[in-house]
């Protein structure tokens, strides 16, 4: 999307991406979104194990004046390091989506400092995100940018009623809640008829919902527990009358 927004603005974009991003041990499922339209022109040099990839990487980013990096998890921290670098005659603008990943590793917090700390710019999505780099110690100038819509919703009417359609979408994570939405349910009374949706991909498979929450709901709740591509997104956006999202934590 930053790099469409940028050739829509006239510039002159080499796009270079991750044919494989983690290790198949800790990221056991296909790291290619199989929906995700091509993109012209895109050169797959990323490994995770190839250092030689991050150099070329960085030697073609040092003939830009703008080299982008999106920082997602700290596991990637040495490849982005070196490109980073390399690229040192370049502007370097990280756009940052997490500070601290979800799931806590070794070395996370001076990782994020030894990356973050050498580029030139930080692009935030939230202001909570300055607070995190702020206490982390990371002194880079930032600034925040809403992040924009990602995937085309018009606005349809309300589907008829009872049931209330209630939806839970995205991957389901310990921190996104979905077993306080099923205790929730659980509390409420049978009148009037709710229905609880939840599609999305298992981010592990102890996070399948188990049974017995379904059954104490008391409202009946539906599954599609898998990929969900835009087009199945908007679709079940339409269906429903609430979006249900019930974190624990969250930083956007």
């Known amino acids: 999307a930053v790099a469409d927004a ?92 997490n500070v601290m990943p979800h799931e806590p590793m070794p070395l996370q917090r001076f990782l994020a400092r030894l990356v973050l700390g050498r580029a030139d710019h930080l692009v935030c999505h939230a202001t909570a995100l300055q607070g995190e780099l702020a206490d982390l110690g990371v002194r880079t100038p930032s600034s925040v940018t809403p992040m924009p819509p990602l995937i085309g919703v018009d606005a349809t009417p309300l589907p008829s009623r009872p049931p209330v359609r209630l939806l839970f979408l995205g991957t389901i994570r310990p ?40 059954a104490a709901a008391r ?5 599609s527990l898998g990929y969900a591509s835009d087009e199945s997104m908007v679709a079940e956006l339409g269906r429903a009358h609430i979006l249900v999202a019930p974190y624990r934590s969250a930083t956007q």
């Open 6 to 97: 940028l050739e829509q603005q006239g510039a002159d974009v080499r796009r270079i991406s991750w044919a494989r991003q983690y290790p198949r041990r800790l990221y056991g499922r296909d790291q290619i979104d199989p929906d995700a339209r091509p993109t012209p022109g895109a050169e797959w040099l990323l490994t995770w194990y190839n250092p030689l990839g991050w150099i070329r990487a960085g030697l073609a980013a040092r003939s830009r004046e703008v080299v982008i990096l999106p920082w997602v998890s700290p596991f990637l921290a040495l490849a982005q390091l070196v490109i980073l670098l390399v690229a040192r005659s370049s502007t370097r603008i990280v756009h940052v989506h």
């Open 219 to 223: 409202h009946r709740v539906s599954t």
């Open 175 to 214: 921190y996104k809640g979905l077993d306080i939405a099923l205790a929730a349910l659980a509390l409420l009374p049978i009148e009037p008829a709710l229905e609880l949706r939840v599609v999305g991909e298992l981010w592990d498979e102890d996070e399948r919902p188990p049974s017995e929450a379904i």
